[in-house]
């Protein structure tokens, strides 16, 4: 049996994310202690404090992989960007009306997406990817990745995403990558 073999991906809700909130920051905050993240114990709770929120939104979607035993070995999650969205007010060129049109139902947001380390290379992520994909019917995807973080840009670009520009996703935060897979 190989690593992936053993590996369960289950998609969530947000309720459900809810209830595995505890299994979901166990692998963020390991893969975002990580660099290029150097992320500590500050951050993770900020980062919970809006998940805590985003799960409460109704096209909320999740996946959490876990071994045969239970433990959590990675995690996607995100929702649909409303019309209201901010994302798109954040790049340092400014998108075309056309790219950054949105209705709540076009763009699905990926918000986080974490493998821990030790199960990295075994189509863990892929599968995650596609199982959280799997759940809607959005015509692409759009999230921001760190230049540095060159295993996540290699695994996004061998997915089909390109980059649209680069941003600064929140006050303070370093420039990121967006990027974007077509996917209707």
Do not use: C
């Amino acid at each position: 049996m190989t690593t992936s073999e053993a590996i369960t991906v289950e998609p969530l809700d947000g309720p459900a994310a809810a209830r595995s909130e505890s299994a979901i920051r166990l692998v963020y905050a390991e893969v975002f202690a990580e660099a290029p993240y150097e992320e500590g114990p500050e951050a993770v709770e900020a980062t919970f404090r809006r998940f805590r929120s985003q799960v409460r939104k109704s096209a909320f979607r999740a996946a959490l992989a876990r071994t045969a035993g239970g433990e959590p070995v990675g995690i996607a999650y995100g929702y649909p960007l409303s019309a209201a969205t901010g994302w798109w007010d954040r790049l340092v060129i400014p998108a075309s009306a056309k790219l950054r049109r949105e209705d709540g139902q076009r763009t699905f947001g990926l918000m986080e997406f974490a493998v821990r380390r030790r199960w990295r290379r075994h189509g863990v992520g892929r599968r995650l990817h596609e199982a959280l994909l799997a759940g809607g019917n959005e015509e692409r995807v759009l999230l921001n990745a760190l230049p540095e973080a060159e295993a996540a840009q290699s695994a996004y670009r061998s997915w089909g995403y390109r980059k649209v520009g680069e941003a600064r996703p929140w006050e303070g935060a370093a420039l990121h990558d967006v990027m974007l897979l077509q996917i209707r």
